[in-house]
């Protein structure tokens, strides 16, 4: 329940920061501010010069975000026709002509030019690509977010799905409606969602200290080798299901209220397991696990134990649900 309060006011407080951030770019900039070095037919093309580690930030209404790392210290944008859309790089103090930072900045497409009010009440498919090294934060009340082969992602929004591949360092990624997806990424990880379905593949800590949390109110959470030294996971209605070789010495915390928690696991896994389900809840396992501590007899509400050298630590709670230990 403490997770569920929790969560509500995440969605309550991710809707209030992005309506307050469309009150906070509506602005005016000058043709020296927006760094314009290229223009494309049939729509716009702007290109800046970055520092390779460039802060990238995107704010707009709705429309399509599509991010991509590429080898060079430039950031480049391209929107639709019936949009407007400007770059204003921003350099740290003593720094070249090298941004360390760039805003990305929606217009209306009444706008007649390029000093013009951008806002993030504005709409535009947007594709960027940007230095392989750059962290994106991207904000939008509606629309998909698609990120790939950089440094970091920061994404929030209110309505659409979020996907992320290949960043190296950290992921955080919020929404009040939509599916999150993350493959082939590293570093710190932390994905909250309302309503939507929660997918990780192939992802693993970048340095000991990062964690991998998720948390979704409506939806499931499906972890498909997931390398972390502490993996937290919980859904109030949704089944989580967790595929792959258990980190040695890794800590699992996995919790749904009305769901199901399946581990899919090698015969070869080794790892020690606190379980519990309540009365309209079953506890299953496929492994011979050696009893340490409170099981029920008639259920099977409650396993504690070991199997194998106990390498790993399972905590699983489910308050209605199933809670199965499959052997591969």
């Known amino acids: 329940m403490k997770t ?50 460039v802060i990238v930030t995107v704010c707009e209404d709705g429309g399509t975000v599509t991010i991509h790392g590429w080898d060079r210290n430039e950031v480049s944008v391209a929107n639709s026709e019936e949009n407007r859309i400007r770059l204003r790089p921003i350099s740290g103090a003593g720094e070249s002509d090298s941004a360390t930072k760039v805003e990305v900045l929606v217009s209306d497409a009444g706008g007649e030019s390029v000093t013009g ?17 750059a962290m994106v934060e991207v904000k939008t009340r509606g629309g998909d977010v698609h990120i790939a082969n950089v440094a970091g992602a920061r994404v929030e929004t209110l309505g659409g799905d979020i996907e992320v591949r290949s960043v190296s360092k950290a992921v955080e990624a919020k929404t009040v409606s939509g599916d999150v997806d993350i493959t082939e990424s590293s570093g710190r990880m932390s994905v909250r969602a309302i309503t939507g379905d929660i997918n990780a593949m192939n992802a693993r800590a970048a340095s000991a200290g990062d964690a991998f949390e998720v948390v979704t109110v409506n939806g499931e959470i499906t972890l498909e080798r997931v390398n972390y030294a502490s993996v937290n996971a919980a859904s109030i209605t949704g089944s989580i299901n967790v595929e792959g070789a258990l980190a040695r010495g890794g800590r ?5 209220n009305t769901g199901n928690i399946i581990l899919n696991l090698a015969a070869d896994a080794s790892f020690r397991i606190n379980a519990r389900v309540t009365l309209a809840g079953t506890i299953i396992t496929d492994f011979p696990v050696r009893y340490t501590g409170e099981q029920s007899a008639s259920s099977m509400q409650r396993l504690t134990g070991v199997y194998g050298t ?3 630590l399972l905590n699983l709670i489910s308050y209605s649900g199933t809670v199965h230990l499959r052997r591969k």
């Open 252 to 256: 699992y915390d996995l919790r749904s």
């Open 310 to 312: 106990g390498d790993a």
């Open 117 to 133: 009010r951008a806002s993030c009440n504005a709409s535009a498919d947007i594709e960027l690509s940007v230095p392989r090294g």
């Open 4 to 53: 569920l309060f929790l969560t509500l006011a995440f969605g309550l407080s991710l809707a209030h920061g992005v309506a307050g951030a469309s009150a906070a770019a509506s602005q005016r900039y000058t043709q020296e501010e927006v760094g314009i070095t290229a223009q494309g037919k049939g729509g716009e093309q702007r290109t800046t010069k970055t520092t390779s580690s």
